[in-house]
């Protein structure tokens, strides 16, 4: 393979992440000043979306993230380089890459619904203005952890709540956010928080949502945080 087609997917990915940091931070955190967070949210967390499912693709084969690889070919160049594909190339649309994903490597993105409803909003608020009627923190979250947190972590090994831009403490509010929310989501290894009260949080939420909670600290041994 072309040597510059082969760093493509980690680029993606790079890219993907930095989206995520910011998708995470603007979807948790809220103070006077940054109402416009709750947008923003929509906005990167579509754009981590739309560049993880590329990355993965990618790994199968870099060209298969554009949707007319023969346009790339101008019958005069030896072979293809990055700015001619950053000049010329079209990639797939966001709505398209689900199905895009499926053919490629037969693995099905979770929750269409939101995906599609998280599309609506990122396309409203992107090209005309912010719908009334959502939640967008909450639709932001759902996108997040229901489709992205298990495709990083079953394609690349990465903890969706791992990336978020508050180098003062760690996931300890990203995930205090996904309690009250009832979100599930990937727990790393090393999984461990300090800074929130989890029996207390857990106390307001379903039976059913403790219940997952439980099962999973435990699978990674970390018990001692419901006590």
């Given at each position: 393979?072309?040597?510059?087609?082969?760093?493509?997917?980690?680029?993606?990915?790079?890219?993907?992440?930095?989206?995520?940091?910011?998708?995470?931070?603007?979807?948790?955190?809220?103070?006077?000043?940054?109402?416009?967070?709750?947008?923003?949210?929509?906005?990167?967390?579509?754009?981590?979306?739309?560049?993880?499912?590329?990355?993965?693709?990618?790994?199968e084969h870099p060209l298969l993230i554009f949707n007319d690889i023969f346009k790339l070919d101008d019958e005069r160049s030896d072979?293809?380089?990055?700015?001619?594909?950053?000049?010329?190339?079209?990639?797939?649309?966001?709505?398209?890459?689900?199905?895009?994903?499926?053919?490629?490597?037969?693995?099905r993105t979770p929750n269409l619904e939101c995906f599609d409803r998280l599309r609506k909003a990122r396309n409203s608020i992107q090209h005309f203005c912010a719908p009334d009627d959502d939640d967008l923190r909450a639709l932001s979250l759902e996108f997040l952890y229901t489709i992205i947190d298990p495709l990083l972590a079953d394609c690349f090994g990465v903890y969706t709540i791992e990336y978020h831009e508050d180098p003062s403490v760690g996931y300890d509010y990203v995930v205090g956010a996904l309690i009250a929310g009832e979100i599930r989501f990937t727990m790393p290894n090393?999984?461990?928080?300090?800074?929130?009260?989890?029996?207390?949080?857990?106390?307001?939420?379903?039976?059913?949502?403790?219940?997952?909670?439980?099962?999973?600290v435990e699978k990674i041994g970390k018990i001692d945080l419901l006590s």
């Open positions: 393979m072309n040597p510059v087609l082969e760093k493509i997917p980690d680029r993606i990915l790079k890219l993907a992440l930095g989206a995520l940091a910011q998708a995470n931070t603007h979807a948790v955190y809220f103070d006077p000043g940054n109402e416009h967070w709750e947008y923003m949210s929509v906005l990167n967390a579509a754009h981590a979306g739309e560049l993880v499912l590329k990355a993965i693709i990618a790994r072979g293809l380089d990055l700015e001619k594909l950053i000049r010329k190339g079209k990639t797939h649309s966001f709505e398209q890459l689900p199905k895009v994903l499926w053919a490629v490597t037969g693995i090393d999984f461990d928080l300090s800074e929130i009260e989890v029996p207390k949080l857990l106390r307001e939420a379903s039976e059913d949502y403790r219940v997952w909670f439980s099962r999973e």
